[in-house]
């Protein structure tokens, strides 16, 4: 049985090393990914570098700034730039869509749009070009083109009849041409890891990066030996190579790129976010509902001012032992930043209505679940990103506070404006320490898609094994 | 006639031919359905944001007159909300309009580091892209194309039909001829009941435009029956054609757009414009800590519209040289703006360059120009919020340095921003492409036709 099935493997491979097929595709997509790899490895490195160099920029300029007023400091503020993940060149995943840069300062979230690069991606429109985007979206392709007629070949020439004569099972035929397209698959992703390697040998490599790249690698050969399934077992159903083509072709355009698209624009449909002047205009809204703190007679601040007195036994702001100013920009901070977290996680709740949405949708098409695992394992998922942002948002809170604290303690009530802390004071607050998840922190979003990738897989397997044995 | 009624009742008894047309026009009418809710969203977000707007300032009036003091305070507060007001056609043709923020809010502060806001979004969804009418006929009307004529041959003589007619006809060539051409007529009818359609479900007019568009439209159809039928006389198996058909469509549709794209960022320093963000921090915040009153008489010695203003800094603050100096950060980083203007045009350029090589990246660039959604649109909306931003302060200074009250009746004379579209388009250029593309096909054809016969 054994044997058989590798013979027939053999064999397959054997016809396909002769083909025209197979000798112009693979060198051709080998030469265009290893190239593409290239490419972004380099502008990633350099990203990588110039984001480092921007970082030491702003920590330098905040440490070389005169002695300041605590609230002046806190408007001019920091900028933390997130420094990409060194698997984006293998899937770029959200990296080339989002802004890097984010300016932190007093009341205010801002994230800054200034992208990796200026250019459009819009004309891309059947993905970002780049080493996963070739092998989820175009190396299925190439399987089709190698083995569409693998199977109905052999039936429509004849030579299946032969073969069964012979005591071989079409079982064993599907299984066997499976291995020798897997076979092919196989040596495609490993030719690019190994280039991918060679790159990534040249910085420092942390343990989690090869784990995420074996994990990128393992994932990449369910996928292709899912696609690879999936053709053979057209091919089997199809009566004539025409058909089969033409059914392969079709469900091809259908999962890859029509229904991942179509489910998106779906879910925004059904899920409309605000857009940025909205969204701004609702977090300014609900921020003035709880508390406006340049308004003298706003009653949660005067209740605020009631609160403070009582806790430190006076009558008057001027007799509190701290600066009220610094005490009222404190409570305006935490109102804005306890808001604009609200605000933004319901949008953010918005995104994952839409997401879920799409995850429905995702249980039909392979490519949405692999091209979402894909960018996990690389950490350049939307997630991450969102992940970095959120961290920056604690971040600044907290920055804030400590030059509020500064506001409160050190500079006195009367004379406000006049008076400054010193540099160094400003130079001992903390920094931004960021630390992204891990896979083992991701494994809650790792395990439904990749168990309904297996439950594909294994529905396949079991079509293949029971493949009966029909010559015409 | 009878030939075409002939072929015309063929097409219909072809299973396959009915249900890819309707499927195609299904597509294509849920695609302007859709298109124009998102687009009526956008008038409602808007209306939103004016609403609120009014609302803001209403508030002000009730204490107007308003000091100059109080006024420049409203001047730190106020948003004026600015929009990049979206084209009847962008319902159809996204275009870019998700790749920066097109509706946002800028007050009378230094204004480049207001631009740089992120639209909101579902991250998630960028990689995967927007699916609308443009990306129907672009990208896959070509493989309808295909299905619908590549094999018109070989199936012809796989079933036996084909010697039956050639034998009949003197003209085998002439007789495919007229076949692909029924069904690019057909497709051709389809496309302009899809643009009729348009005109019954959105705003779009049927007006000169309309008609560049269906033009544009229509050569792109014919541009990709050339290729078929290039594909066609090379006289190979259905299965070949297909193969190298696809192959084509890869090259068009992914490989070439990646490449500009790789091209076009090899052009430029990852993230550069970030400086632009420091600069402008710094001069700000630096202003507070040098000799004020110097800052501001070099402010007037610039801008001589403002002299006759009182020369002396009220103490400790004044609004005066606040917005100044909000001003001159803006005016310091003038030249990496401009940059960074260039830079965006620049790789809008090369891609359109590099779309000479692939009509479906020509009709892109093309169509996105006709909905006023690529990149010069973006940059237009930029450039005119820069204008505005002028408009703004030369406004609200009148008030300031000539220590006006803001009165209730100045309220209705505060600018407001319309979003011009850049109204040039790139018709002549499109369809010159995609001629020349497709001429470039009938020349292989004729190659190829004589070689058949040799």
Not at chain 1, 104 to 122: C, D, G, I, M, P
Not at chain 2, 144 to 155: D, F, P, Q, T
């Amino acid at each position: 049985m054994m044997q058989t099935i590798i013979e027939i493997a053999r064999h397959e491979l054997i016809t396909q090393w002769r083909s025209q097929t197979l000798k112009i595709l693979l060198p051709l997509l080998l030469v265009l990914t290893a190239l593409i790899a290239f490419s972004h490895w380099q502008q990633q490195q350099d990203f990588i570098e110039a984001q480092t160099i921007w970082q030491q920029q702003n920590d330098a300029e905040w440490d070389a700034q005169p002695d300041r007023h605590p609230h002046r400091a806190a408007h001019y503020g920091t900028m933390v730039f997130r420094i990409i993940s060194p698997l984006s060149f293998i899937d770029s995943g959200v990296n080339p869509f989002v802004g890097n840069a984010l300016f932190l300062e007093a009341h205010r979230q801002n994230s800054s749009s200034f992208k990796q690069y200026v250019s459009s991606t819009a004309y891309m429109g059947l993905g970002y070009l780049s080493g996963a985007t070739i092998i989820l979206v175009i190396w299925p392709l190439v399987l089709i083109a190698l083995a569409f007629n693998s199977v109905s070949g052999e039936r429509v020439q004849g030579t299946l009849r032969q073969l069964i004569s012979q005591g071989i099972s079409v079982k064993q035929l599907l299984i066997g041409k499976t291995l020798a397209y897997s076979l092919i698959s196989l040596v495609f992703l490993l030719v690019i890891f190994i280039i991918a390697i060679g790159f990534m040998l040249q910085t420092q490599v942390h343990g989690s990066d090869v784990l995420r790249m074996g994990s990128m690698f393992v994932l990449y050969l369910f996928y292709c030996l899912l696609w690879t399934i999936t053709v053979i077992l057209f091919s089997n159903w199809c009566r004539t190579n025409q058909q089969s083509l033409s059914a392969l072709l079709l469900f091809w355009l259908l999962t890859v790129i029509v229904m991942p698209k179509m489910a998106y624009s779906l879910a925004e449909m059904q899920y409309p976010m605000p857009d940025r002047a909205v969204f701004d205009i609702q977090t300014a809204q609900e921020i003035a509902k709880v508390g406006d703190s340049h308004n003298p007679d706003d009653p949660h601040f005067s209740e605020f001012r009631e609160k403070v007195l009582a806790e430190y036994g006076v009558s008057r702001i001027e007799d509190l032992p701290v600066n009220w100013r610094g005490v009222v920009m404190q409570e305006g901070e935490r109102i804005t930043s306890e808001v604009f977290t609200q605000q933004y996680e319901n949008l953010m709740q918005i995104a994952e209505q839409q997401n879920q949405l799409v995850s429905h949708v995702a249980w039909f098409s392979p490519y949405l679940l692999a091209n979402k695992l894909s960018s996990i394992f690389a950490a350049t998922n939307a997630g991450s990103f969102l992940h970095y942002e959120n961290a920056a948002e604690q971040f600044r809170f907290n920055f804030i506070k400590q030059l509020n604290q500064l506001h409160a303690e050190q500079i006195d009530h009367a004379h406000d404006r006049e008076q400054k802390v010193t540099n160094e004071q400003l130079v001992n607050l903390q920094q931004f320490d960021y630390q992204s998840p891990t896979l083992q922190n991701e494994l809650n979003l790792i395990y439904r898609p990749l168990l309904i990738l297996l439950g594909w897989l294994i529905i396949g397997v079991l079509l293949l094994s029971r493949s009966r044995n029909e010559v015409d | 006639m009878r030939f075409i009624q002939f072929e015309l009742r063929l097409l219909w008894q072809n299973k396959l031919f009915k249900w890819l047309m309707l499927a195609y026009l299904l597509a294509a009418v849920l695609a302007i359905i859709w298109g124009q809710i998102g687009l009526e969203r956008e008038y409602q977000q808007r209306t939103i944001s004016e609403v609120n707007y009014q609302a803001e300032l209403a508030d002000y009036q009730e204490d107007a007159p308003l000091v100059p003091y109080d006024s420049g305070y409203m001047s730190y507060y106020q948003f004026h909300p600015v929009w990049q007001k979206p084209s009847a056609w962008s319902a159809l043709i996204h275009g870019e309009r998700s790749e920066a923020a097109t509706h946002t809010r800028v007050r009378l502060l230094g204004l480049q580091s207001q631009l740089s806001n992120t639209a909101t979004g579902n991250i998630a969804a960028m990689p995967i892209g927007k699916l609308d009418l443009s990306f129907i006929w672009i990208y896959l009307m070509p493989l309808l194309i295909a299905a619908l004529s590549l094999n018109l041959l070989a199936e012809e003589k796989a079933s036996g039909r084909w010697s039956l007619l050639a034998s009949q006809v003197a003209n085998s060539a002439m007789l495919l001829t007229k076949k692909m051409l029924i069904a690019a007529g057909l497709l051709a009818v389809v496309n302009i009941v899809i643009l009729l359609a348009a005109v019954v479900l959105t705003d779009i007019r049927l007006n000169g435009l309309w008609w560049q568009i269906a033009a544009v439209l229509l050569a792109y159809q014919l541009c990709w029956f050339l290729i078929t039928g290039w594909i066609i006389s090379l006289q190979r198996t259905a299965i070949f054609n297909s193969l190298l058909f696809i192959s084509l469509w890869i090259v068009f549709a992914f490989v070439l757009p990646g490449l500009a794209y790789l091209y076009q960022t090899q052009q430029q320093q990852p993230a550069e414009h970030v400086s632009m963000l420091f600069d402008q921090r710094e001069y700000m915040h630096d202003s507070w800590d040098k000799d004020k009153q110097a800052d501001f008489d070099a402010y007037l010695q610039d801008y001589p519209q403002w002299q006759t203003t009182e020369p002396t800094l009220q103490q400790p603050f004044d609004w005066r040289w606040y917005y100044a100096m909000q001003h001159m950060s803006d005016v310091i980083v003038a030249e990496a703006v401009a940059q960074f203007r260039e830079s965006r045009v620049n790789s809008h350029q090369i891609g359109n360059q590099v779309a000479w090589l692939s009509p479906l990246m020509r009709l892109q660039y093309s169509m996105n120009r006709f909905a006023d959604t690529d990149m010069l649109a973006s940059q237009a909306f930029l450039d005119q919020i820069g204008d505005y931003h002028q408009q703004l302060r030369d406004y609200f200074f009148t008030f300031y340095f000539f220590g006006k009250p803001f009165t209730v009746d100045d309220f209705a004379d505060i600018p407001q921003f319309d979003y011009q579209p850049v109204s040039f388009n790139n018709t002549f250029k499109t369809i010159f492409n995609l001629l020349l593309v497709g001429l470039f096909f009938v020349g292989l054809i004729l190659l190829q036709t004589r070689r058949n016969y040799d």
